[in-house]
């Protein structure tokens, strides 16, 4: 996901100048490497401990949904399986995230600082039935888990300007909040090779190729997918890679798009085979319905693939319309299309802004900077003693 994609870009820079280990907790084991720590909760635990979560719901609310909650409850047992490796390393510093709320079940070692990432926060989904089902007692719950856990934090660090907005009003914090944009390992760009994703679809090369990113995720516009599809596919103008896991009622709907329409939907990949594909495709095409400052559209422009997508979260810091792509008004699907569509026909105008696109945001691709802005960070919090 974007949050894990942010925080591996993040280590891979920092690794540079400091010495750093990840401690992954929802991650299957996998080759030995150095200053890698991976923990999952055994399945029969998980079951266990999301049943203690719905049962932890229903007492406030009968018959509503635990989701977040039953998350955040089947990370905890992984996060505490990993406290006596992080004893161990004895980092000076801890860059935890907040989605599924690990600093809650996570030791602090002594001398250590933890520095709280603001992605999530269970608050912006609030009131938002349209991207999600989430019951509003789940997520009240889910906050209160997270303020309690953000008691642990000795700074907070938002990747946008929009997640500091929304972490000051809701979490109200007391420590110092900065803000540091999301990162894109630039070494990263430099190895992307882009797939022949044209011989997969059985396309020319005058078809372009758009990117619908984790097109089966509600939050992400699972609902928009397929008149996406239906419509920029017409009479063959455009074929289509739809990252991301795939649901079942998508997968439905997808059966009855016209058979001339071309769609390559491979479900979850690993990260890099992801970003081949990315490279590929000619547009990114976004129905998101939340954002932080999206990972998936900052790799679609560092790999000169201009974004179409609504004026949501922090898409205004990354999407600059008429220059790396276009930001219509929230909601506003027709002109999502037809700003979609008019770059589809229109070469000359698509070539430009995917000259462009790299260029825009060589911020949020520069090491230097992240260095620069990290290492504020650690000299003010060591000198607060």
């Known amino acids: 996901g974007g949050i894990a994609a942010a925080h ?13 280990a990840i401690f992954a907790f929802d991650d299957r084991a996998g080759q030995a490497e150095s200053n890698v720590f991976r923990a999952q909760t055994p399945a029969w635990l998980g079951r266990i401990m999301e049943w203690v979560a719905r049962r932890w719901v229903s007492r406030y609310a009968k018959n509503e949904a635990a989701t977040n909650c039953e998350r955040i409850a089947r990370m905890a047992p992984a996060v505490w399986s990993l406290n006596r490796a992080l004893r161990s390393f004895k980092p000076d510093f801890i860059l935890c995230p907040d989605n599924f709320v690990p600093a809650l079940a996570l030791r602090k070692p002594a001398g250590s600082k933890l ?29 209160r888990i997270e303020r309690r856990a953000m ?9 946008s300007d929009y997640m500091k ?26 190895k992307v090779r882009p797939s022949d994703l044209r011989q997969a679809l059985d396309i020319s090369t005058e078809t372009p190729i758009v990117h619908i990113p984790s097109a089966g995720s509600p939050v992400k516009g699972e609902r928009y997918v397929f008149e996406l599809v239906r419509r920029l596919g017409s009479d063959g103008r455009a074929a289509f890679f739809l990252s991301g896991n795939i649901s079942s009622e998508l997968q439905k709907e997808l059966e009855h798009v016209p058979p001339e329409i071309r769609i390559h939907a491979p ?23 939340i954002e932080n400052l999206s990972s998936a559209h900052i790799e679609s422009l560092a790999l000169g693939v201009p974004v179409v997508t609504f004026d949501v979260g922090g898409n205004k810091e990354i999407v600059n319309s008429g220059n790396n792509g276009f930001m219509v008004s929230y909601l506003d699907l027709e002109s999502l299309i037809s700003s979609a569509l ?5 070469n000359s105008a698509l070539a430009a802004m995917q000259q462009a696109c790299s260029s825009s945001i060589s911020d949020l691709v520069s090491g230097d900077r992240v260095m620069l802005e990290y290492d504020v960070i650690f000299d003010t919090m060591r000198n607060s003693g």
């Open 8 to 20: 591996f870009s993040l280590a891979a820079c920092l690794r540079k100048r400091h010495e750093v």
């Open 115 to 143: 520095i709280w990432i603001a992605h999530h926060n269970y608050r912006r989904f609030e009131g938002k039935p349209i991207a999600s089902d989430y019951s509003w007692i789940d997520l009240q719950l889910a906050h």
């Open 151 to 159: 008691k642990k934090a000795d700074c907070v660090v938002a990747v």
């Open 165 to 190: 907005e929304v972490t000051q009003h809701s979490l109200e914090p007391s420590q110092p909040i900065l803000v540091c944009r999301n990162y894109f390992d630039s070494e990263i760009v430099s």
């Open 267 to 289: 479900g979850a990949q690993d990260y890099v085979s992801n970003l081949n594909d990315v490279a590929a495709c000619d547009l990114t095409v976004s129905p998101a319905l």
């Open 342 to 346: 008019g770059l589809l026909a229109d």
